[in-house]
């Protein structure tokens, strides 16, 4: 079964930078595509971003232009580059695959204003 850890996250002030990286181990030879998801306080979890096998990319509207997934598959990591934070970015993220796997615990981003 593949166990993911997401770690990275932490405080910035709006404007600037952080990576995320979501490590996957475990049998993944069944991963096709690897999301990336956040939750706010008190909203729902909602997906971020999506890099499939091939490396095709798809964005929320809200993270277009700013946030970068991509993946490195001989270290079974996947990366959420974020710049340009705003203080709605702030969420607990989370990694995933499809098909989906258990969750991991999630990584923390706090932005300021």
């Known amino acids: 079964q593949v166990k993911l850890v997401e770690s990275g996250g932490g405080l910035v002030q709006a404007g600037r930078s952080l990576r995320l990286s979501c490590a996957a181990s475990g049998s993944i030879l069944s991963i096709n595509a690897m999301d990336w998801y956040r939750q706010a306080p008190g909203k729902q979890r909602e997906l971020v971003a999506t890099?499939?096998?091939?490396?095709?990319?798809n964005y929320a509207d809200s993270v277009k232009g700013r946030f970068t997934i991509s993946r490195d598959n001989a270290k079974n990591t996947v990366y959420l580059q974020m710049n340009s934070l705003k203080p709605e970015d702030t969420a607990v993220y989370y990694c995933?695959?499809?098909?989906?796997?258990?969750w991991g615990q999630g990584t923390q981003v706090t932005v300021s204003s």
């Open positions: 890099i499939t096998s091939g490396g095709s990319t």
């Open positions: 995933n695959a499809s098909p989906k796997v258990p």
